[in-house]
């Protein structure tokens, strides 16, 4: 997973030799000889700063592909914001409005916006810039309750199991505690749910979202989880942007992680796991206020 590969080209005609792009390099791959930037490490993050701050745009990597971020559903400048240029208070006011979206208008998400959110998700940062995530689009209504009934099978088959009393315990005995602990925390709202879901067809688990974003990601890169955690966060913001609501669902997560069969239908290989979903869809809720948090923690540190 971890290609290290140098893909980086400097151009000696245009190199200017000011050295910025060998201070902002994370690994040494670049360094000053006779008043130009050369390569001379043996590795590279490709993570595309030098190219970024190059005044001469000496500089490509070849790793990166420059259509990777274009956009099929909006605009936006191919420029650098210099830190303190972006309105905070906007931001914030941003942040604060996205709500876990639990009820959705009967209306599909256009393919387009749904790409566009993955790309989005990608411009997150990654543990050693593996960029190792790949995000699986269910764009209709039909699609999502195929994967609700393979996660409602799946929790039926663990309630099965979590209310056999002797298997638990077993378990617990060969420090295996987590079927015990599901049996406290969640096996009741879990059956509740289930029971809900085939009386009614109310669907507990992505609240009837007409589509869905599935985030995986390679498990041999560095961070996988926070990576695609970090892409999750990006997308739920800039889908309040769109217009539609999203909500984080862990219970799919759950069900998903431990369930080859699910990550196979859901296009994921051996090496892949999965780490968010994502109930995406246009939101039939509409607030008059922000919410408050709860009292925020925090200290300095002695020293
Ligand atoms: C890791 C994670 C998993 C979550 N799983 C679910 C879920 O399975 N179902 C659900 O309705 N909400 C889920 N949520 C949404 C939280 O309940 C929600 O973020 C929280 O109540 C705060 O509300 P807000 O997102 O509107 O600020 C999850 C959130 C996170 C961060």
């Excluded at 009967?106 to 790409?115: F, I, Y």
């Excluded at 009386?199 to 599935?214: C, E, I, Q, R, S």
């Excluded at 080859?260 to 939101?283: E, K, M, T």
Aim: some cysteine; aromatic content about 8%; overall charge positive.
């Amino acid at each position: 997973m971890l290609n290290r590969q140098v893909t980086v080209r400097i151009n000696p005609e245009l190199c200017n030799g000011c050295g910025l792009c060998v201070r902002v390099c994370p690994k040494n791959t670049l360094s000053l000889e006779d008043g130009r930037a050369v390569i001379t490490g043996k590795e590279s993050m490709n993570c595309g700063h030098c190219a970024a701050v190059c005044p001469t745009e000496a500089i490509k990597v070849d790793a990166l592909d420059k259509h990777a971020l274009e956009f099929a559903t909006f605009h936006t400048a191919d420029i650098w914001l210099k830190p303190g240029t972006f309105d905070v208070g906007f931001l914030v006011q941003l942040l604060r409005s996205r709500r876990s979206c639990r009820n959705f208008k009967d209306k599909q998400v256009e393919c387009r916006l749904l790409e566009d959110l993955a790309r989005i998700g990608a411009t997150a940062p990654s543990g050693s810039n593996c960029q190792p995530w790949s995000f699986a689009l269910l764009e209709d209504r039909y699609k999502v309750i195929k994967l609700a009934d393979m996660i409602g099978d799946f929790y039926r088959r663990l309630n099965k199991m979590a209310s056999n009393v002797l298997l638990r315990e077993l378990m617990a005995l060969f420090g295996k505690r987590e079927l015990k602990l599901y049996s406290r925390q969640h096996m009741a709202t879990v059956a509740e749910a289930l029971d809900l879901w085939e009386a009614t067809g109310k669907d507990p688990l992505f609240h009837g979202a007409p589509a869905l974003m599935v985030i995986g990601a390679d498990k041999n890169a560095s961070c996988p989880a926070e990576d695609s955690l970090l892409a999750a966060a990006n997308i739920l913001l800039a889908a309040h942007c769109m217009g539609l609501g999203s909500c984080l669902i862990g219970f799919a997560v759950e069900a998903i992680s431990r369930d080859r069969q699910i990550r196979h239908w859901l296009g994921f290989n051996d090496s892949q796991a999965v780490y968010a979903v994502i109930a995406l869809g246009y939101p039939n809720e509409k607030y008059q206020r922000l919410a408050q948090r709860m009292p925020i923690s925090m200290h300095y540190v002695d020293a």
